[in-house]
């Protein structure tokens, strides 16, 4: 009976093993993205149910959030709170844009010139769409890092 058990536990964490494999298979065109987003890990996570780190939120979930909406991450700029009291979602469009250029995105949300805290910036169009494609691709995945 033992034998039993152990081995339908076995079959299960297989399984469930390979589901999550298969929730995370990302898109063709969100590949690129993964590679891309490389550079934001000296700041930010993009792991689901993992705390944000001192120096920037986890951005798992960012796609689709309110600016700024990060419980667990209590450092957001003045124009990072600007945006959210504004109701700044992080769509396609806003996300293009803040990658682009945080401080002219901020200033713009704002209406005014605002203090900020991320100060890379990603030009490169492509890039851009990649990492946005892949912030799409990973949102309400559990194994998707």
């Known amino acids: 009976m033992l034998m039993k058990t152990l081995a339908a536990a076995a079959v299960l964490a297989v399984l469930a093993a390979g589901q999550a494999r298969a929730d995370c298979a990302l898109p063709a ?8 987003s490389g550079v934001c890990k000296a700041c930010h996570i993009f792991e689901a149910d993992k705390p944000s780190r001192p120096t920037g939120p986890n951005l798992h979930d960012i796609y689709g ?8 991450f209590k450092a957001y700029s003045e124009g990072m709170q600007g945006a959210k009291a504004k109701g ?10 803040y990658i682009g250029d945080p401080k002219s995105f901020l200033d713009k949300v704002n209406g005014k010139e605002v203090r ?30």
């Open 29 to 36: 065109d969100a590949q690129p993205g993964k590679s891309v």
């Open 65 to 72: 959030s309110p600016a700024g909406s990060r419980d667990d």
């Open 88 to 97: 700044t979602v992080w769509d396609d469009d806003n996300l293009f844009a």
């Open 116 to 145: 900020h805290a991320m100060l890379f910036a990603l030009k490169d169009d492509q890039k851009r769409k990649d990492v946005i494609a892949f912030l799409k691709a990973i949102k309400g995945k559990a194994e998707c890092n």
